[in-house]
């Protein structure tokens, strides 16, 4: 009998052990499952997709304390004034510390770092905690690099001179032209890949070389995102007009973002700061200050 009580005893003590050990054991396949079951449906967890408290004092900072942006030199008007980024005029100028104030940063506490525009999208690691320099969001550059959700909806647009009377109504009547545009930037991609013109067009390493391009004949055109080209028509290159603005073949308009290092856990507190400025009216009210209006341009198609 005591050899059958010890045998009850034993097996009672395993199925209680094994009751307390199935919740756990439960636990730790859910915990689990999502690192390493492929058929889970889960992403595995990472740092950039973790939850990031966006208190100053808990962002991922290239310095402890300071916002560091980068935008190219020279800094070209409309989007920034006197190619001065810190003096907070101009539409991204005014986008950046308006960023910052919403991340919880004084102006004092903004470093302004010079990024070549091609350097902004480069793989690897930034010098900077976000760049804005006109950059539009493309599946290809957000391959290497995060973006913020768009600040900016921009149109590519046409710039001639009045004296070569260029006359078109439609992409087509451009395929005939000399065209240029500044290397790196969507307006040569859409040159490229809408226009299609008869010659390669001429690319340029930045917009002042492009500007004189066309002054000295080398060019037909120049093609630029449309509030750049509003400022050259008005107050760089006297005697040139807009020809018309067009939009991306696949019918989305283009977007600018805030540029950020691959990964980085600092993107959705500035998507968290854009969403802010966009239900505020802030980014509205800063497009109606520093940017031209656009209703008067044609639309080629």
């Known amino acids: 009998m005591r050899a059958g009580r010890a045998h009850y005893d034993l097996a009672m003590r395993l199925r209680l052990v094994a009751l307390v050990a199935l919740p756990l054991l439960t636990t730790a396949v859910a915990c689990g499952s999502s690192d390493s079951d492929p058929s889970s449906g889960s992403a595995p967890t990472t740092a950039s997709t973790k939850a990031v408290s966006c208190a100053v004092s808990d962002l991922p900072l290239k310095t402890a304390g300071k916002l560091t942006i980068g935008t190219d030199s020279p800094a070209y008007d409309p989007w920034f004034s006197d190619n001065d980024p810190a003096n907070g005029k101009g539409f991204e100028s005014a986008v950046a510390y308006a960023v910052a104030d919403k991340l919880g940063f004084d102006q004092a506490d903004v470093v302004w770092a010079k990024v070549p525009f091609n350097n902004s999208y480069a793989p690897g690691p930034k010098k900077f905690d976000f760049d804005i320099n006109q950059i539009s969001i493309t599946p290809e550059r957000a391959k290497v690099v995060d973006f913020s959700d768009g600040y900016y909806s921009a149109a590519q647009a046409v710039i001639v001179l009045d004296k070569d009377k260029v006359a078109a109504s439609s992409l087509a009547d451009l395929k005939a032209l000399k065209l240029g545009a500044q290397t790196g930037t969507t307006s040569l991609t859409a040159v490229r890949d809408q226009i299609k013109p008869s010659s390669d067009p001429a690319v340029f390493k930045d917009t002042n070389a492009a500007k004189q391009a066309l002054l000295n004949g080398q060019v037909d055109a120049i093609v630029a995102d449309l509030p750049t080209a509003f400022y050259i028509t008005a107050a760089e290159?006297?005697?040139?007009?807009?020809?018309?603005?067009?939009?991306?073949?696949?019918?989305?308009?283009?977007?600018?973002?805030?540029?950020?290092?691959?990964?980085s856990a600092l993107t959705g507190c500035v998507d968290k700061a854009i969403e802010a400025l966009t239900s505020d009216g802030t980014l509205a009210g800063l497009e109606k200050q520093w940017l031209s209006q656009t209703v008067d341009v044609p639309v080629l198609k």
Do not use: D, M, R, V
Request: charged share 15%; hydrophobic share 35%; proline share 4%.
């Open 237 to 263: 290159i006297e005697g040139s007009s807009i020809l018309g603005q067009f939009q991306p073949a696949t019918g989305q308009q283009e977007q600018f973002g805030l540029l950020l290092e691959k990964g």
